[in-house]
């Protein structure tokens, strides 16, 4: 492998480290967004330990999932998907901490992850000169690309939770509206022709209250406007599905691209 060096940066240069957007993309996105929703809760009411300590102990995970996955030359299905769900579940809880533990708003924490999701966005390009995925191919690139979806994670919750909740849409109203949101950036890209990287990260951020929402009208009580299907059935469900897509996708390898170019 060639490496790169920029200033004093020495970056390596890898294959492409993130999967090809397929229609198997965008069902593993919002499975995992769904896990990251009921999950959280779970673990949050099973360890016992209360959401500070729930949260340190999967960002923990969190931190080993990513080593491993930084350590890789290439895009690898499970490694990838593992990180994708962990980062899921730690940006809810980092969410919840700071509504529930803290106090803070719905609308403080929804504006302030919008601010620190652009801004990531701002340095990432002005480093890179691209927001595009097809070219996660050294190590600063993957960085950046984990900062923004760790962002995407924590600004879906807080948007969720304050569509359905402070603003009283109910789960499964949100559950449309987000859907609605998402089918008008599709249509924009396929029709109207609107920038495809500007697209991709729109619908990756409303995929997370999207997922979100899902999750809460599945797992919540029905007097609480879910089905009352529980936390631990609905993860258990989604984990399922998930794990039997990566496992096709392995085999298949039908979300894996060549070499990708610097550019």
Not at 93 to 100: E, F, G, Q
Not at 131 to 140: A, G, Q
Not at 228 to 240: E, I, N, Q, Y
Not at 255 to 261: E, M
Request: aromatic share 14%; proline share 2%.
């Amino acid at each position: 492998m060639n490496i790169e060096t920029s200033g004093r940066t020495r970056l390596r240069r890898t294959l492409n480290k993130v999967p090809e957007v397929t229609v198997y993309f965008w069902i593993i996105k919002i499975l995992a967004t769904t896990v990251g929703e009921t999950a959280a809760d779970f673990l949050n009411d099973s360890l016992g330990l209360g959401l500070t300590g729930t949260t340190l102990i999967m960002c923990g995970v969190l931190v080993i999932a990513l080593y491993y996955q930084f350590k890789l030359r290439q895009y690898v299905p499970w490694v990838y998907w593992l990180a994708v769900v962990l980062i899921s579940v730690v940006g809810t809880l980092i969410t919840d901490n700071l509504v529930d533990n803290f106090g803070v708003a719905l609308e403080t924490t929804t504006v302030a992850f919008s601010i620190a999701l652009a801004a990531a966005f701002v340095i990432w390009y002005a480093y890179e000169r691209t927001l595009s995925i097809h070219t996660i191919v050294t190590t600063r690139r993957e960085a950046f690309y984990w900062l923004a979806v760790l962002f995407t994670f924590a600004l879906g919750t807080a948007a969720g939770d304050l569509a359905s909740e402070s603003l009283e849409l109910g789960y499964w109203r949100s559950v449309l509206m987000f859907g609605g949101l998402i089918a008008v950036v599709f249509v924009a890209w396929r029709f109207f022709r609107i920038d495809a990287i500007l697209a991709f990260w729109l619908a990756y951020i409303l995929t997370r209250p999207l997922g979100a929402s899902i999750g809460d009208y599945l797992a919540q009580p029905t007097d609480g406007d879910g089905l009352g299907l529980g936390t631990t059935g609905t993860s258990a469900v989604f984990l399922a599905v998930i794990s039997s897509l990566v496992v096709y996708l392995t085999l298949t390898k039908k979300d894996q691209t060549g070499v990708s170019p610097a550019g």
